[in-house]
T-cell receptor, first 113, second 112 residues
Framework: GAVVSQHPSWVICKSGTSVKIECRSL??????MFWYRQFPKQSLMLMAT?????????EQGVEKDKFLINHASLTLSTLTVTSAHPEDSSFYIC?????????FGPGTRLTVT | GQQLNQSPQSMFIQEGEDVSMNCTSS?????WLWYKQDPGEGPVLLIA?????ELTSNGRLTAQFGITRKDSFLNISASIPSDVGIYFC????????????FGKGTKLTVNP
């Protein structure tokens, strides 16, 4: 149980375009989901907390107009990287909260050319 | 701020050896979690600890929640090549939110 999926697993896009990443909890409902970014050889950096039916809460320094988060249902949250630039290239990971534990998706590798 | 100090940063061991890594904090936490991350994958939850002094096992893995609530260790016994990866400790942030505070990770290499 407690499986979280992400789609796509990797994506390459051109500068200036937008990319949407989906995060789904497959066998449980998650009121709260989280979006992280991970740079090579570093720990996970929390970008935002996504709550079903309400606006996401962004961490300090994360541009909310650039990283649009929508938590449309108890099993789906999406992250849209708008007007992507090469510096947005990274590994993006979502997680879903079940009681006091977070279960992570497999991650999405974004490369912006 | 809330920080977790995880050590060692990396370990190189021979297959069959036991491994120990730990996390400490200057703050008290009520939940300690241990995750493993394989390259190009998301972290996988290994063990969750909820009570000070609690010792929990998951196969060859054993983790303990320190009695002061400021530390935790993870032991791996009889290591095998598939134990290779990065191990992270994490705690539930104080203040009632569900956010996690992460350690910087311990990279484990197992030589066959």
């Amino acid at each position: 149980g407690a499986v979280v999926s992400q789609h796509p697993s990797w994506v390459i896009c051109k500068s200036g375009t937008s990319v949407k990443i989906e995060c789904r909890s497959l066998d449980f409902q998650a009121t709260t989901m989280f979006w992280y970014r991970q740079f090579p050889k570093q720990s996970l950096m929390l970008m935002a907390t996504s709550n079903e039916g309400s606006k996401a809460t962004y961490e300090q320094g994360v541009e909310k107009d650039k990283f649009l988060i929508n938590h449309a249902s108890l099993t789906l949250s999406t992250l849209t990287v708008t007007s992507a630039h090469p510096e947005d290239s990274s590994f993006y990971i979502c997680s879903a909260s079940l009681t006091y534990e977070q279960y992570f998706g497999p991650g999405t590798r974004l490369t912006v050319t | 701020g809330q920080q977790l100090n995880q050590s060692p940063q990396s370990m190189f061991i021979q297959e069959g050896e036991d491994v120990s890594m730990n996390c400490t904090s200057s703050s008290i936490f009520n939940t300690w979690l241990w995750y493993k991350q394989d390259p190009g994958e998301g972290p996988v939850l290994l063990i969750a600890l909820y009570k000070a002094g609690e010792l929990t096992s998951n196969g060859r893995l054993t983790a303990q929640f320190g009695i002061t609530r400021k530390d935790s260790f993870l032991n791996i016994s009889a290591s095998i090549p598939s134990d290779v990866g990065i191990y992270f400790c994490a705690c539930l942030s104080q203040g009632g939110s569900e956010k996690l505070v992460f350690g910087k990770g311990t990279k484990l290499t197992v030589n066959p």
